[in-house]
Protein backbone atom coordinates (compact mmCIF):
# COMPACT_ATOMS: atom_id res chain seq x y z
CA UNK A 1 0.00 0.00 0.00
CA UNK A 2 2.93 2.29 0.22
CA UNK A 3 3.90 2.51 -3.37
CA UNK A 4 2.93 1.26 -6.79
CA UNK A 5 4.60 -0.87 -9.41
CA UNK A 6 4.08 -2.15 -12.76
CA UNK A 7 4.81 -5.98 -13.31
CA UNK A 8 6.15 -7.44 -16.71
CA UNK A 9 6.28 -11.27 -16.97
CA UNK A 10 9.57 -12.66 -18.71
CA UNK A 11 8.37 -14.54 -21.84
CA UNK A 12 7.88 -18.35 -20.59
CA UNK A 13 5.73 -16.95 -17.70
CA UNK A 14 3.70 -14.50 -20.07
CA UNK A 15 2.76 -17.47 -22.02
CA UNK A 16 1.84 -19.68 -19.33
CA UNK A 17 -0.51 -16.56 -17.83
CA UNK A 18 -1.87 -16.19 -21.27
CA UNK A 19 -3.18 -19.59 -21.39
CA UNK A 20 -3.26 -21.12 -18.45
CA UNK A 21 -4.80 -18.06 -15.77
CA UNK A 22 -7.39 -20.15 -15.21
CA UNK A 23 -5.70 -23.08 -13.10
CA UNK A 24 -4.01 -20.76 -10.64
CA UNK A 25 -5.91 -21.11 -7.35
CA UNK A 26 -5.41 -18.49 -5.45
CA UNK A 27 -8.05 -15.42 -6.97
CA UNK A 28 -5.38 -12.50 -5.13
CA UNK A 29 -2.48 -14.19 -7.17
CA UNK A 30 -5.01 -14.27 -10.23
CA UNK A 31 -5.72 -10.73 -9.50
CA UNK A 32 -2.59 -9.56 -10.17
CA UNK A 33 -1.62 -11.58 -12.90
CA UNK A 34 -4.69 -9.88 -14.63
CA UNK A 35 -4.14 -6.19 -13.83
CA UNK A 36 -0.74 -6.69 -14.89
CA UNK A 37 -2.03 -8.06 -18.42
CA UNK A 38 -4.28 -4.68 -18.84
CA UNK A 39 -1.80 -2.58 -17.67
CA UNK A 40 0.40 -3.93 -20.30
CA UNK A 41 -1.95 -3.69 -22.96
CA UNK A 42 -2.52 0.09 -21.89
CA UNK A 43 0.89 0.65 -22.50
CA UNK A 44 1.17 -1.33 -25.69
CA UNK A 45 3.32 -3.79 -24.46
CA UNK A 46 0.76 -6.20 -25.20
CA UNK A 47 -1.54 -6.78 -28.10
CA UNK A 48 -4.84 -6.21 -28.05
CA UNK A 49 -5.48 -9.90 -29.29
CA UNK A 50 -3.40 -11.51 -26.64
CA UNK A 51 -4.95 -9.74 -23.91
CA UNK A 52 -8.73 -10.17 -25.72
CA UNK A 53 -7.50 -14.12 -26.24
CA UNK A 54 -5.95 -14.21 -22.35
CA UNK A 55 -9.32 -13.39 -21.42
CA UNK A 56 -11.44 -15.89 -23.60
CA UNK A 57 -9.27 -18.64 -22.70
CA UNK A 58 -9.58 -17.77 -18.98
CA UNK A 59 -12.77 -15.96 -17.57
CA UNK A 60 -14.47 -19.28 -17.36
CA UNK A 61 -12.01 -19.73 -14.41
CA UNK A 62 -13.33 -16.76 -12.58
CA UNK A 63 -16.92 -16.89 -10.85
CA UNK A 64 -16.98 -13.37 -9.07
CA UNK A 65 -19.88 -11.48 -11.56
CA UNK A 66 -17.61 -8.36 -10.97
CA UNK A 67 -14.41 -10.03 -11.61
CA UNK A 68 -15.75 -11.27 -15.04
CA UNK A 69 -17.36 -8.19 -15.98
CA UNK A 70 -14.52 -6.36 -15.61
CA UNK A 71 -12.52 -8.27 -17.65
CA UNK A 72 -15.43 -8.20 -20.37
CA UNK A 73 -15.50 -4.82 -20.41
CA UNK A 74 -11.40 -4.51 -20.47
CA UNK A 75 -11.50 -7.09 -23.43
CA UNK A 76 -14.35 -4.51 -24.95
CA UNK A 77 -12.31 -2.03 -25.17
CA UNK A 78 -9.03 -3.76 -26.00
CA UNK A 79 -11.10 -5.38 -28.86
CA UNK A 80 -12.87 -1.63 -29.96
CA UNK A 81 -10.56 0.83 -28.78
CA UNK A 82 -7.08 -0.78 -28.93
CA UNK A 83 -7.66 -2.97 -32.29
CA UNK A 84 -8.87 -2.14 -35.06
CA UNK A 85 -11.44 -3.91 -37.53
CA UNK A 86 -14.47 -6.43 -36.07
CA UNK A 87 -12.31 -9.48 -35.77
CA UNK A 88 -12.11 -9.35 -31.54
CA UNK A 89 -15.18 -7.85 -31.14
CA UNK A 90 -16.50 -11.03 -32.85
CA UNK A 91 -15.13 -13.49 -30.75
CA UNK A 92 -16.00 -11.82 -27.39
CA UNK A 93 -19.28 -11.57 -29.07
CA UNK A 94 -19.48 -15.39 -30.30
CA UNK A 95 -18.17 -16.66 -26.57
CA UNK A 96 -20.58 -14.11 -24.70
CA UNK A 97 -23.41 -15.88 -26.66
CA UNK A 98 -21.96 -18.93 -26.10
CA UNK A 99 -22.13 -18.34 -22.22
CA UNK A 100 -25.93 -16.78 -22.34
CA UNK A 101 -27.44 -19.51 -24.35
CA UNK A 102 -25.01 -22.57 -23.04
CA UNK A 103 -23.51 -21.72 -19.59
CA UNK A 104 -25.12 -21.80 -16.36
CA UNK A 105 -28.27 -19.02 -15.57
CA UNK A 106 -27.78 -16.33 -12.48
CA UNK A 107 -25.77 -13.84 -12.44
CA UNK A 108 -22.85 -14.69 -14.76
CA UNK A 109 -25.64 -15.26 -17.32
CA UNK A 110 -26.06 -11.66 -17.49
CA UNK A 111 -23.33 -10.45 -17.05
CA UNK A 112 -22.27 -12.12 -20.52
CA UNK A 113 -25.45 -11.01 -22.03
CA UNK A 114 -24.55 -7.26 -21.24
CA UNK A 115 -21.08 -7.85 -23.30
CA UNK A 116 -22.70 -9.24 -25.82
CA UNK A 117 -24.95 -6.13 -26.47
CA UNK A 118 -21.68 -3.92 -25.74
CA UNK A 119 -19.96 -5.34 -28.87
CA UNK A 120 -22.43 -6.55 -30.98
CA UNK A 121 -22.53 -6.39 -35.12
CA UNK A 122 -25.34 -4.56 -36.75
CA UNK A 123 -25.49 -7.97 -38.98
CA UNK A 124 -25.64 -11.61 -36.91
CA UNK A 125 -26.59 -9.58 -33.81
CA UNK A 126 -30.08 -7.90 -34.17
CA UNK A 127 -32.40 -10.38 -34.26
CA UNK A 128 -30.75 -12.21 -31.66
CA UNK A 129 -31.14 -9.47 -29.26
CA UNK A 130 -34.10 -8.35 -30.79
CA UNK A 131 -35.96 -12.21 -29.75
CA UNK A 132 -35.15 -11.57 -26.14
CA UNK A 133 -37.30 -8.18 -26.48
CA UNK A 134 -39.79 -10.04 -28.17
CA UNK A 135 -39.76 -13.25 -25.49
CA UNK A 136 -38.25 -15.47 -28.06
CA UNK A 137 -35.30 -17.89 -27.52
CA UNK A 138 -34.82 -16.15 -24.00
CA UNK A 139 -32.47 -18.69 -22.09
CA UNK A 140 -33.52 -21.05 -19.40
CA UNK A 141 -33.29 -18.76 -15.90
CA UNK A 142 -32.79 -15.25 -17.54
CA UNK A 143 -34.82 -12.88 -16.31
CA UNK A 144 -35.39 -9.50 -19.57
CA UNK A 145 -36.54 -6.91 -16.76
CA UNK A 146 -36.24 -3.22 -17.52
CA UNK A 147 -33.03 -2.72 -16.78
CA UNK A 148 -32.16 -5.54 -19.26
CA UNK A 149 -34.45 -4.44 -21.82
CA UNK A 150 -33.16 -0.76 -22.11
CA UNK A 151 -29.00 -2.22 -22.46
CA UNK A 152 -30.74 -4.25 -25.05
CA UNK A 153 -32.68 -1.33 -26.64
CA UNK A 154 -29.65 1.06 -26.58
CA UNK A 155 -27.73 -1.88 -27.77
CA UNK A 156 -29.64 -2.43 -31.08
CA UNK A 157 -30.06 1.76 -31.47
CA UNK A 158 -26.34 1.65 -31.70
CA UNK A 159 -26.61 -0.47 -34.04
CA UNK A 160 -29.32 1.01 -36.37
CA UNK A 161 -31.68 -2.30 -35.67
CA UNK A 162 -34.64 -0.79 -34.70
CA UNK A 163 -35.26 3.12 -34.92
CA UNK A 164 -37.27 6.19 -32.49
CA UNK A 165 -40.69 3.93 -32.66
CA UNK A 166 -39.42 1.41 -31.45
CA UNK A 167 -37.25 3.43 -28.63
CA UNK A 168 -40.53 5.11 -27.83
CA UNK A 169 -42.15 2.06 -28.08
CA UNK A 170 -40.24 0.93 -25.04
CA UNK A 171 -40.34 4.07 -23.53
CA UNK A 172 -44.50 3.38 -23.37
CA UNK A 173 -43.72 0.34 -21.23
CA UNK A 174 -41.77 2.07 -18.82
CA UNK A 175 -42.84 5.59 -18.15
CA UNK A 176 -40.28 6.74 -15.44
CA UNK A 177 -38.05 8.84 -15.03
CA UNK A 178 -35.48 6.43 -15.46
CA UNK A 179 -37.25 5.36 -18.53
CA UNK A 180 -36.69 8.73 -20.03
CA UNK A 181 -33.30 8.68 -19.69
CA UNK A 182 -32.54 5.19 -21.11
CA UNK A 183 -34.58 6.70 -23.88
CA UNK A 184 -32.53 9.73 -24.41
CA UNK A 185 -29.24 7.33 -24.32
CA UNK A 186 -30.92 4.78 -26.99
CA UNK A 187 -32.29 8.01 -29.42
CA UNK A 188 -28.69 9.47 -28.76
CA UNK A 189 -27.00 6.05 -30.13
CA UNK A 190 -28.89 5.80 -33.43
CA UNK A 191 -26.85 5.95 -36.53
CA UNK A 192 -28.78 9.23 -37.72
CA UNK A 193 -27.48 12.92 -38.58
CA UNK A 194 -30.47 14.46 -37.13
CA UNK A 195 -30.80 12.15 -33.66
CA UNK A 196 -26.99 12.98 -33.33
CA UNK A 197 -27.56 16.69 -33.76
CA UNK A 198 -30.79 16.56 -31.84
CA UNK A 199 -28.38 14.72 -28.90
CA UNK A 200 -25.77 17.38 -28.72
CA UNK A 201 -27.59 20.42 -29.32
CA UNK A 202 -29.81 19.34 -26.14
CA UNK A 203 -26.38 17.88 -24.33
CA UNK A 204 -24.66 21.23 -24.74
CA UNK A 205 -27.56 23.78 -24.93
CA UNK A 206 -30.32 22.84 -23.03
CA UNK A 207 -29.70 24.52 -19.54
CA UNK A 208 -32.94 23.18 -18.31
CA UNK A 209 -32.06 19.75 -18.44
CA UNK A 210 -31.23 17.84 -15.41
CA UNK A 211 -27.40 16.50 -14.66
CA UNK A 212 -28.87 13.14 -15.15
CA UNK A 213 -30.93 14.04 -18.63
CA UNK A 214 -27.44 15.52 -19.90
CA UNK A 215 -25.88 12.88 -19.23
CA UNK A 216 -27.71 10.49 -20.47
CA UNK A 217 -27.81 12.10 -23.60
CA UNK A 218 -23.85 12.53 -24.28
CA UNK A 219 -23.34 9.00 -22.56
CA UNK A 220 -25.36 7.20 -26.00
CA UNK A 221 -23.17 9.85 -28.44
CA UNK A 222 -20.36 8.13 -28.80
CA UNK A 223 -20.72 4.81 -30.94
CA UNK A 224 -18.04 2.39 -32.51
CA UNK A 225 -18.74 2.48 -36.02
CA UNK A 226 -20.06 5.79 -36.24
CA UNK A 227 -16.65 7.35 -37.52
CA UNK A 228 -17.76 9.24 -40.78
CA UNK A 229 -21.40 10.72 -38.90
CA UNK A 230 -19.50 11.62 -35.73
CA UNK A 231 -16.76 13.43 -37.47
CA UNK A 232 -17.80 17.14 -37.18
CA UNK A 233 -18.49 16.88 -33.24
CA UNK A 234 -14.64 16.98 -32.72
CA UNK A 235 -14.07 20.40 -34.04
CA UNK A 236 -17.60 21.09 -32.45
CA UNK A 237 -16.22 19.73 -29.10
CA UNK A 238 -13.48 21.88 -29.22
CA UNK A 239 -15.01 25.38 -29.97
CA UNK A 240 -18.24 24.75 -27.70
CA UNK A 241 -16.51 23.01 -24.63
CA UNK A 242 -15.26 26.10 -23.24
CA UNK A 243 -18.31 28.04 -23.09
CA UNK A 244 -20.61 25.24 -21.85
CA UNK A 245 -17.80 25.54 -18.49
CA UNK A 246 -19.21 29.00 -18.20
CA UNK A 247 -23.07 27.98 -17.73
CA UNK A 248 -22.91 24.60 -15.97
CA UNK A 249 -22.27 23.73 -13.02
CA UNK A 250 -18.99 21.78 -12.34
CA UNK A 251 -20.97 18.44 -11.14
CA UNK A 252 -22.62 18.69 -14.64
CA UNK A 253 -19.82 19.97 -17.35
CA UNK A 254 -17.48 17.61 -15.50
CA UNK A 255 -18.82 14.61 -16.52
CA UNK A 256 -20.20 16.23 -19.58
CA UNK A 257 -16.29 16.87 -20.70
CA UNK A 258 -15.45 13.18 -20.30
CA UNK A 259 -18.49 11.80 -21.99
CA UNK A 260 -18.92 14.00 -24.95
CA UNK A 261 -14.79 13.41 -25.63
CA UNK A 262 -14.43 11.80 -29.05
CA UNK A 263 -12.85 8.70 -27.71
CA UNK A 264 -14.08 6.54 -30.29
CA UNK A 265 -12.42 7.94 -33.18
CA UNK A 266 -9.14 6.61 -32.55
CA UNK A 267 -6.64 9.15 -34.49
CA UNK A 268 -3.53 10.46 -34.07
CA UNK A 269 -5.41 13.90 -35.70
CA UNK A 270 -8.13 13.76 -33.41
CA UNK A 271 -5.22 14.39 -30.42
CA UNK A 272 -4.36 17.34 -32.08
CA UNK A 273 -7.23 18.45 -33.19
CA UNK A 274 -8.30 18.37 -29.25
CA UNK A 275 -4.76 19.77 -27.72
CA UNK A 276 -6.05 23.85 -27.72
CA UNK A 277 -8.08 22.80 -24.94
CA UNK A 278 -5.00 22.04 -22.54
CA UNK A 279 -4.08 25.88 -23.19
CA UNK A 280 -3.62 28.03 -19.72
CA UNK A 281 -6.37 30.59 -20.21
CA UNK A 282 -8.82 27.27 -19.79
CA UNK A 283 -10.30 26.61 -16.34
CA UNK A 284 -8.40 24.36 -14.98
CA UNK A 285 -10.51 21.52 -14.19
CA UNK A 286 -11.07 21.67 -18.30
CA UNK A 287 -8.12 21.14 -18.95
CA UNK A 288 -7.35 18.24 -16.28
CA UNK A 289 -10.69 16.15 -17.20
CA UNK A 290 -9.72 16.48 -21.10
CA UNK A 291 -5.75 15.33 -20.31
CA UNK A 292 -7.25 12.78 -18.97
CA UNK A 293 -9.65 11.72 -21.89
CA UNK A 294 -6.62 12.54 -24.52
CA UNK A 295 -4.25 10.22 -22.24
CA UNK A 296 -6.75 7.56 -23.02
CA UNK A 297 -7.13 8.05 -26.98
CA UNK A 298 -3.26 8.18 -26.99
CA UNK A 299 -3.47 4.70 -25.38
CA UNK A 300 -5.68 3.57 -27.79
CA UNK A 301 -3.61 5.24 -31.17
CA UNK A 302 -0.83 3.83 -29.51
CA UNK A 303 -1.99 -0.33 -29.40
CA UNK A 304 -3.36 0.25 -32.95
CA UNK A 305 0.43 0.83 -33.82
CA UNK A 306 1.64 -2.25 -32.34
CA UNK A 307 2.05 -5.21 -34.36
Known amino acids: DLTFAKIRFDERSLVTVLWDLRRLEDPMARALCWAALWDACRDAELLAADFVGAVLANVDGERDPAVVATLLTQARTAATLFADGPTLRDALAQASAAAVWSGDSGDLQLVHLRALAGVADGLSHPPMLQG ?3 GQDVPAGLLVDTDLRWTLVQALAGLGAIDEAAIETELVRDATSA ?5 ATARAALPDADAKQRAWSAAVGDLSLSNAEAHALARG ?3 PGQDALLEPYVDRYVAELPGLWQVRTPEVVGRLTQLLFPS ?3 RADVLDRTEPLLAEHHPAGLRRLVAEQRDDLRR ?7 R
Request: no cysteine; glycine share 4%; charged share 15%.
Open 132 to 134: LLD
Open 221 to 223: FWQ
Open 300 to 306: AVAARAV
Open 179 to 183: GQRSA
Open 264 to 266: TLV
